[in-house]
Structure formats: structure tokens, C-alpha cells
């Protein structure tokens, strides 16, 4: 009998290796979370970021097209261009 195990030793070994595991598991799961968290805030970040420059250069491009069409309703109207 010194080489079978006991089945409650067996059971306790077979808890000890399902515990082990589902650590694993658990702690993988929580290295996934944790990097899609950063990512998240890393992109939304960024995004952000260039939410800001888009809307910089909208305003840019606005005025310069509001330049443009005052100078050329000045050039086209004869009564200015006096």
C-alpha cells in the first residue's frame, strides 16, 4: 500500500492543482484587464489630442476661408474697390 494513494490524498492533491490553476487563470485574466485598461486611457489620450489639433485646424481653415471670400467679394463689388 506504500505506493497507491489514499483517494482522500488524491482528492487533496487533485484541489491543490485545480486551485493552482484557476490562480493562474485568474491572475492572467487580471494581467489582461490591466492592459486593456491602459490602453484604453492610453487611446483615449490620444484621441483627445488630436481631437484638439482637428479642431484647431477646422478654425484655421474657417477663417482662412472667410479671408478669402472677403477679399474676393472686396475685388468683385465696384463700390469698394474704389
Excluded at 492572467?28 to 489620450?45: G, Q, V, Y
Excluded at 484621441?47 to 472686396?74: D, M, P
Aim: contains cysteine; charged residues 30%; glycine residues 2%.
Amino acid at each position: 500500500m506504500a505506493g497507491q494513494e489514499d483517494p482522500v490524498q488524491r482528492e487533496i492533491h487533485q484541489d491543490w492543482a485545480n486551485r493552482e490553476y484557476i490562480e493562474v487563470i485568474t491572475s492572467s485574466i487580471k494581467k489582461i484587464a490591466d492592459f486593456l485598461n491602459s490602453f484604453d486611457m492610453s487611446c483615449r489620450s490620444r484621441l483627445a489630442t488630436l481631437n484638439e489639433k482637428l479642431t484647431a485646424l477646422e478654425r484655421r481653415i474657417e477663417y482662412i476661408e472667410a479671408r478669402v471670400s472677403i477679399g474676393t467679394r472686396l475685388t468683385l463689388c465696384p463700390v469698394y474697390s474704389k
